[in-house]
């Protein structure tokens, strides 16, 4: 139950959402309150298209937007710069080789303010998940320093991004960018951006209707994921004439 315009309420240890058609419209998305991070409520969260994002100084806030920005990996589009930078090879990149590093990168403050939304708790939750083969992160290196990165969750066929962070001009570009070309190569259909924003229109993302998003994860997340540790297998640039 719930009042009129107000989200729903989650107790802690009894997974389960509602519909995510009765999100609330202002502020667009929002569907529930409370609940936990446990692994089993995390990933039926995403199967539903449902994430969490909330302040520490905040409960746990959970999520549907409509619409809801989303890449479909055939339709990558890498700009005339940063194709000419993939073409010189400036920094390794690597798959699932610190997750926990990728994330705290992603959590440090930031001059937009960006950030601060990875909780201690939230860290941990995401770090579990990690562990279960679930949540895996892309990393660029410059000879032994991260200086840039993100991560997600991968469920069948559909990649869920979480957050991104770069320490170093283009350095989270060229990881997105190894990141999309071989998911596209595994047959990966869907990478949800969650929310639409100039820098994920850059890379192609669009927006599309809650219902249609919810049927594609429907069709996706059933399908065999990938085995984890992730390892790539391809190289982007074969993508790029």
Same mark, same amino acid.
């Given at each position: #139950?719930?009042?009129?315009?107000?989200?729903?309420?989650?107790?802690? /240890?009894?997974?389960?959402?509602?519909?995510?058609?009765?999100?609330l419209e202002d502020p667009d998305g929002l569907l529930a309150i409370g609940g936990d991070l446990s692994p089993r =409520?995390?990933?039926? /969260?995403?199967?539903?298209?449902?994430?969490?994002?909330?302040?520490?100084?905040?409960?746990?806030?959970?999520?549907?937007?409509?619409? =809801?920005? %989303?890449?479909?990996p055939a339709d990558l589009k890498v700009s005339r710069s940063l194709r000419k930078a993939l073409r010189k090879h400036p920094f390794e990149v690597t798959l699932d080789r610190a997750f926990d590093a990728v994330i705290e990168g992603c959590a440090a403050p930031r001059g937009d303010g960006l950030g601060t939304w990875i909780t201690p708790e939230m860290n941990a939750a995401y770090h579990r998940l990690h &562990?279960?083969?679930?949540?895996?992160? %892309? &990393?660029?290196?410059e000879a032994d320093e991260l200086i840039g990165g993100l991560y997600g969750i991968a469920i069948g066929r559909v990649f869920f991004g979480e957050s991104m962070f770069t320490r170093r001009t283009n350095a989270s570009k060229i990881a997105f960018v190894h990141l999309v070309r071989q998911l596209q190569a595994w047959g990966f259909e869907l990478i949800d951006c969650q929310?639409?924003? &100039?820098?994920?229109?850059?890379? /192609?993302? #669009?927006?599309?209707?809650?219902? &249609?998003?919810?049927?594609?994860?429907?069709d996706h997340c059933e399908r065999p994921g990938v085995p984890s540790p992730w390892h790539f297998d391809t190289d982007p640039t074969e993508f790029l004439w």
């Amino acid at each position: #139950m719930r009042e009129t315009g107000a989200p729903f309420l989650l107790e802690p /240890g009894r997974p389960g959402f509602p519909d995510p058609e009765l999100a609330l419209e202002d502020p667009d998305g929002l569907l529930a309150i409370g609940g936990d991070l446990s692994p089993r =409520r995390l990933l039926s /969260g995403y199967r539903m298209g449902i994430f969490p994002w909330y302040s520490e100084e905040q409960p746990i806030l959970w999520w549907t937007p409509d619409p =809801r920005a %989303v890449l479909f990996p055939a339709d990558l589009k890498v700009s005339r710069s940063l194709r000419k930078a993939l073409r010189k090879h400036p920094f390794e990149v690597t798959l699932d080789r610190a997750f926990d590093a990728v994330i705290e990168g992603c959590a440090a403050p930031r001059g937009d303010g960006l950030g601060t939304w990875i909780t201690p708790e939230m860290n941990a939750a995401y770090h579990r998940l990690h &562990e279960m083969g679930f949540a895996h992160s %892309v &990393e660029s290196w410059e000879a032994d320093e991260l200086i840039g990165g993100l991560y997600g969750i991968a469920i069948g066929r559909v990649f869920f991004g979480e957050s991104m962070f770069t320490r170093r001009t283009n350095a989270s570009k060229i990881a997105f960018v190894h990141l999309v070309r071989q998911l596209q190569a595994w047959g990966f259909e869907l990478i949800d951006c969650q929310v639409a924003s &100039e820098h994920l229109a850059s890379f /192609g993302a #669009m927006d599309i209707p809650r219902r &249609e998003f919810m049927s594609l994860l429907d069709d996706h997340c059933e399908r065999p994921g990938v085995p984890s540790p992730w390892h790539f297998d391809t190289d982007p640039t074969e993508f790029l004439w």
